[in-house]
């Protein structure tokens, strides 16, 4: 006798169905074929167990159990419960009618409980996609799969529950109801940092302003306890509110990664990534032997934050040159090649100097001739030419400090951002993965950022009296760009250049000398 189950599998951020083919025949063996790792070979010790502890019968016959397609590798423990299942249903303890109705997704302990898994958004996209009526998952992921719509999603605890549902019993499984667009609007303004907390640095702010406007890469530079990671922590909470597709795009991405928490079906706000400066290569750009997303596609439609950016391996920072021109990574092995989604924001702090003193205010900087130079030496130029806004954070002084008078917060800026991203989806509407000016190609950039004889004048001598280097040109107009998008301006005016020039300090040919 020969019954199906099914399943599903994810490979990168999309999932492949897997058919689980369980054939009865006279004898004692169990075979298990269709190329499964060693954690799917140990399923049938567990489930052995699971039946056992349930007063379920393992027939004592020989069981062939293929899992087809039979080319793609199988990983993981998921595989339990359709096996068990299909089991069950070959030994007529489960009935047949609903099987092919489902898919089945989940890891089983011995005394049958259903482990939760990662990647269930995944495949809960994939299943209504190729017309499944419904999905049977660990009661733990059942939330992160009914974000689902259109889908029946039902989460179980223990095997029992998965049996009586398909025999249509009493006492099964109830299926999990969410309303997505009521919990994304619940959770998505319900920030924990905001701009209102920060005493002074009203010109960090204004810069952050700018950078969330058109989405630029930011490095800030300063000594230690200057604000820079308190201020970088806070970034998201200006950015322009998630729409429902990212939402779920971000969501998927951490649902494969196991990062999504069991309460919480939809990730609703843009996410904050920072990885220590120990970092591996894989562990930012993602791969590895069992392929897993990185930092940078983590931060995807959010913020990664590189503190003390110089203490990063250089091959480190040189793998995100590509990903921050392309939006995406694509890891190739000789067995496999996956691509993951990167469109994020990277903002970038370090200290001026190996003392972190240099241009203070008050403290000397107990370096010697050249070694400031040599540090940021560490940032190679095609690195530093991807980031558009350079800030110098300074101390903030006692009076800004014991001033209780309230700042900005961030829902006042955050709608400004808004208005100004709302001009530029509709300057590139038809334009493919341009979203705002920091992504231009050059052909946007020829036709959006033209400016008058007064600004080019300014920004000709601005170039020759600051030395700045030929890169920072069209970064010093994309800036300006967004600038006068935030005060709704069509033409780039100088008094827009003039600004966006303050933010290239790393590119003065003198700024290092000490």
Same mark, same amino acid.
């Given at each position: 006798?020969?019954?199906?189950?099914?399943?599903?599998?994810?490979?990168?951020?999309?999932?492949?169905?897997?058919?689980?083919?369980?054939?009865?025949?006279?004898?004692?063996?169990?075979?298990?074929?269709?190329?499964?790792?060693?954690?799917?070979?140990?399923?049938?010790?567990? =489930?052995?167990?699971?039946?056992?502890?349930?007063?379920?019968?393992?027939?004592?016959?020989?069981?062939?159990?293929?899992?087809?397609?039979?080319? =793609?590798?199988?990983?993981?423990?998921?595989?339990?419960?359709?096996?068990?299942?299909?089991?069950?249903?070959?030994?007529?303890?489960?009935?047949?009618?609903?099987?092919?109705?489902?898919?089945?997704?989940?890891?089983?302990?011995?005394?049958?409980?259903? @482990?939760?898994?990662?990647?269930?958004?995944?495949?809960?996209?994939?299943?209504?996609?190729?017309?499944?009526?419904?999905?049977?998952?660990?009661?733990?992921?059942?939330?992160?799969?009914?974000?689902?719509?259109?889908?029946?999603?039902?989460?179980?605890?223990?095997?029992?529950?998965?049996?009586?549902?398909?025999?249509?019993?009493?006492?099964?499984?109830?299926?999990?109801?969410?309303?997505?667009?009521?919990?994304?609007?619940?959770?998505?303004?319900?920030?924990?940092?905001?701009?209102?907390?920060?005493?002074?640095?009203?010109?960090?702010?204004?810069?952050?302003?700018?950078?969330?406007?058109?989405?630029?890469?930011?490095?800030?530079?300063?000594?230690? *306890? &200057?604000?820079?990671?308190?201020?970088?922590?806070?970034?998201? &909470?200006?950015?322009?509110?998630?729409?429902?597709?990212?939402?779920?795009?971000?969501?998927?991405?951490?649902?494969?990664?196991?990062?999504?928490?069991?309460?919480?079906?939809?990730?609703?706000?843009?996410?904050?990534?920072?990885?220590?400066?120990?970092?591996?290569?894989?562990?930012?750009?993602?791969?590895?032997?069992?392929? @897993?997303?990185?930092?940078?596609?983590?931060?995807?439609?959010?913020?990664?934050?590189?503190?003390?950016?110089?203490?990063?391996?250089?091959?480190?920072?040189?793998?995100?040159?590509?990903?921050?021109?392309?939006?995406?990574?694509?890891?190739?092995?000789?067995?496999?090649?996956?691509?993951?989604?990167?469109?994020?924001?990277?903002?970038?702090?370090?200290?001026?100097?190996?003392?972190?003193?240099?241009?203070?205010?008050?403290?000397?900087?107990?370096?010697?001739? *050249?070694?400031?130079?040599?540090?940021?030496?560490?940032?190679?130029?095609?690195?530093?030419?991807?980031?558009?806004?350079?800030?110098?954070?300074?101390?903030?002084?006692?009076?800004?400090?014991?001033?209780?008078?309230?700042?900005?917060? &961030?829902?006042?800026?955050?709608?400004?951002?808004?208005?100004?991203?709302?001009?530029?989806?509709?300057?590139?509407?038809?334009?493919?993965?341009?979203?705002?000016?920091?992504?231009?190609?050059?052909?946007?950039?020829?036709?959006?950022?033209?400016?008058?004889?007064?600004?080019? @004048?300014?920004?000709?001598?601005?170039?020759?009296?600051?030395?700045?280097?030929?890169?920072?040109?069209?970064?010093?107009?994309?800036?300006?760009?967004?600038?006068?998008?935030?005060?709704?301006?069509?033409?780039?005016?100088?008094?827009?250049?003039?600004?966006?020039?303050?933010?290239?300090?790393?590119?003065?040919?003198?700024?290092?000398?000490?």
């Amino acid at each position: 006798m020969l019954v199906k189950t099914y399943s599903s599998t994810v490979f990168g951020i999309n999932a492949t169905t897997i058919t689980i083919e369980v054939n009865l025949e006279i004898g004692i063996n169990f075979y298990l074929v269709g190329l499964p790792d060693n954690a799917v070979k140990e399923s049938q010790q567990r =489930i052995k167990a699971a039946f056992k502890n349930n007063n379920l019968k393992f027939p004592g016959r020989e069981i062939t159990v293929n899992m087809a397609p039979a080319d =793609i590798r199988k990983e993981g423990s998921v595989f339990d419960l359709p096996i068990a299942i299909g089991i069950l249903a070959v030994s007529e303890q489960v009935k047949l009618e609903l099987l092919s109705k489902y898919i089945l997704i989940g890891e089983l302990s011995l005394d049958g409980s259903i @482990q939760s898994t990662r990647g269930i958004l995944a495949i809960a996209l994939q299943a209504k996609e190729e017309g499944f009526k419904g999905i049977i998952v660990p009661k733990a992921n059942a939330l992160e799969a009914a974000v689902v719509n259109n889908l029946e999603v039902f989460g179980a605890e223990n095997l029992s529950e998965v049996i009586k549902f398909l025999n249509q019993e009493k006492g099964g499984m109830q299926q999990t109801i969410v309303d997505v667009e009521k919990q994304f609007g619940q959770l998505i303004e319900n920030f924990e940092l905001d701009f209102r907390d920060v005493k002074g640095q009203m010109n960090i702010k204004r810069a952050f302003e700018i950078a969330a406007s058109g989405g630029h890469n930011v490095i800030l530079i300063g000594p230690p *306890g &200057s604000g820079k990671s308190m201020l970088a922590k806070r970034l998201g &909470s200006i950015l322009p509110t998630m729409s429902l597709d990212e939402a779920l795009e971000t969501t998927k991405i951490h649902s494969v990664a196991g990062k999504v928490k069991g309460q919480v079906g939809i990730i609703s706000q843009r996410p904050f990534r920072k990885p220590h400066h120990t970092i591996s290569d894989i562990g930012l750009i993602g791969g590895g032997s069992y392929p @897993q997303p990185g930092e940078i596609s983590l931060a995807h439609n959010g913020v990664l934050f590189l503190d003390e950016l110089p203490e990063y391996k250089r091959t480190v920072l040189e793998v995100m040159r590509q990903p921050l021109e392309d939006r995406t990574v694509n890891i190739s092995r000789a067995k496999f090649s996956i691509d993951y989604p990167a469109s994020f924001m990277l903002v970038a702090a370090m200290n001026p100097c190996p003392c972190g003193y240099f241009n203070h205010p008050e403290k000397e900087c107990v370096c010697g001739p *050249g070694v400031v130079q040599r540090y940021l030496n560490k940032i190679s130029g095609p690195l530093l030419d991807r980031i558009d806004i350079h800030i110098e954070v300074t101390p903030v002084s006692f009076d800004e400090l014991a001033n209780s008078k309230p700042s900005e917060g &961030s829902k006042e800026i955050r709608e400004r951002v808004g208005a100004a991203r709302t001009i530029q989806k509709n300057r590139y509407l038809l334009r493919n993965g341009i979203h705002c000016n920091a992504q231009m190609t050059m052909k946007e950039f020829e036709e959006h950022c033209k400016i008058d004889k007064a600004g080019s @004048q300014l920004l000709k001598i601005a170039m020759d009296k600051m030395g700045l280097s030929a890169r920072a040109y069209d970064r010093i107009l994309k800036v300006a760009r967004t600038i006068a998008d935030l005060e709704s301006k069509e033409k780039i005016e100088a008094a827009h250049i003039a600004e966006a020039i303050q933010y290239r300090s790393l590119d003065r040919t003198n700024w290092a000398l000490n």
